[in-house]
């Protein structure tokens, strides 16, 4: 793919800001992100700036009563918690057409949760989500079950991986493209799956800080002819982004997401920033 020349000077431009400003921000734990990035791909006629933001916290966190087992081991195991949370992310680009991962979510869980250190952490119970593009001119609701793992160190020193998965039911409110394949107003829920993996490495080196990985997929379960020859039934989107100094990042992406109706290649560059 030849990169447009404006691409390459605002990618110019975005380094040296960055590198002038000397922030260090912590974005490990944040409950509010944004990274600022440029974006193209290779189906696009040129590259558009943007942002990638995600928000997340605890609406109620509740300790289940810890036990005392009575041993030097362990003398306070706590039993588990109950949490309600929420999390957003998405894209948003100066350019909406030419917004190659164009899908905004925005969920909320009251899920179970279990810890233990060497096992790791996991997570279970109800959620609803919203889905849409930039535009809000296709979106939809989803309601269902959710579990997750997570641990650290499980492969190798300070690193983390993570699998969730959720079942869930598609209510799509608007959706142009779907009404198009089946041909039928207003649209039928549908039964879908979400599967998420995630690993993340830091490193050491001089310039590159991190290493992360990251799948995501959903598939409609039972769909329809029409809607498997229109390619509906399943959406993918394979991720590496690989850290650098003073937040800065690189990415590449091959896939596509829901709202999305190609596969694309898509690259970006830019930093992240916390902003509490």
């Known amino acids: ?13 975005l380094f040296a800001a960055v590198g002038a400003s000397g922030a260090e921000p912590d974005s490990k ?4 992100c944004i990274n600022p990035t440029i974006i193209d791909s290779k189906n696009n006629t040129g590259g558009t700036v ?4 995600n928000v997340k916290g605890d609406l109620l966190s509740k300790d289940f009563a810890s036990k005392d087992t009575g041993s030097s081991i362990d003398p306070d195991a706590t039993l588990g918690s109950a949490v309600v949370s929420y999390f957003g992310s998405g894209t948003v680009a100066a350019s909406k057409e030419r917004n190659p991962k164009n899908f905004l979510d925005f969920l ?6 279990y810890s233990a250190p060497r096992l790791g952490t996991v997570l279970g119970g109800l959620f609803t989500k919203y889905e849409t593009d930039q535009s809000f001119d296709n979106r939809q609701a989803v309601y269902g079950l959710r579990a997750t793992y997570g641990k650290f160190e499980a492969l190798g020193k300070n690193d983390f991986v993570a699998l969730d998965l959720s079942y869930g039911r598609v209510d799509p409110k608007e959706d142009a493209v779907r009404q198009a394949a089946l041909g039928t107003d207003p649209l039928e829920p549908y039964y879908r799956w979400n599967l998420e993996f995630l690993y993340m490495y830091p ?4 310039v590159v800080t991190a290493v992360e990985l990251n799948y995501r997929l959903f598939l409609e379960n039972s769909a329809p002819a ?3 020859a229109a390619d509906l039934d399943k959406h993918e989107l ?5 850290g650098l100094q003073n937040d800065l990042f690189l990415a ?3 896939g596509k997401l829901p709202f999305d109706r190609r596969n694309d290649n898509i690259f970006q560059i830019g930093f992240s920033y916390k902003l509490f």
């Not at 793919?1 to 431009?13: E, G, V």
């Open 108 to 113: 909320l869980d009251a899920k179970l949760k």
């Open 203 to 206: 490193l050491r080196w001089k």
């Open 238 to 242: 394979a991720t590496i982004r690989i």
């Open 50 to 53: 943007g942002i990638d933001y």
């Open 226 to 228: 029409s809607i498997k």
């Open 1 to 13: 793919m030849k990169t447009p020349n404006a691409f390459c000077a605002a990618a110019i431009l």
């Open 29 to 32: 734990s944040c409950s509010f």
């Open 252 to 254: 590449y992406s091959a």
